[in-house]
């Protein structure tokens, strides 16, 4: 199987993005300011992409994507850090935030992502167990 989906989520302004999801360590690989605001990130095995619409309410987004990764709380830890180096402190309400790893659906162990256009990413662990999550949940017990 070779299917690959990059999803495109809505911004106010595409310049917002950018230093958030640099912070996050995705590469900016593409950016464009006209006929229309659009940038390319990547990071491993994650694409996204944006595209700016003046007048998008963050706070009103439905843009969502779920990312499912090997590692949670290894990515959790490298976003927290990125976060803090850029911003100086951990956003943890509001618009950008990060919630706290905790376990989801199911035996999904997970953290999510709101981004400066309001836009949602789930990160789970990919082909988590039952006993996976209780390792990750007394890992996480120190955040």
Not at 21 to 46: K, M, S
Not at 63 to 78: K, Q
Not at 126 to 142: I, N
Request: proline share 8%; aromatic share 12%.
């Amino acid at each position: 199987m070779n299917e690959h989906v990059i999803p495109i989520l809505p911004c106010q302004n595409v310049d917002d993005v950018v230093p958030f999801y640099e912070a996050l360590g995705f590469t900016l690989t593409f950016r464009q300011a006209r006929p229309n605001p659009y940038v390319c990130f990547n990071r491993g095995g994650i694409d996204l992409h944006f595209f700016g619409l003046e007048a998008f309410a963050p706070e009103n987004s439905m843009g969502s994507a779920i990312l499912l990764v090997p590692d949670t709380g290894v990515l959790y830890d490298e976003f927290a850090a990125g976060l803090r180096a850029a911003f100086g402190k951990l956003p943890i309400s509001g618009i950008p935030r990060i919630t706290r790893p905790r376990r989801k659906q199911g035996t999904a162990a997970g953290f999510t992502v709101v981004d400066p256009g309001g836009n949602w990413l789930r990160i789970y662990a990919l082909g988590a167990t039952e006993e996976d999550g209780r390792a990750r949940r007394a890992a996480w017990k120190e955040y």
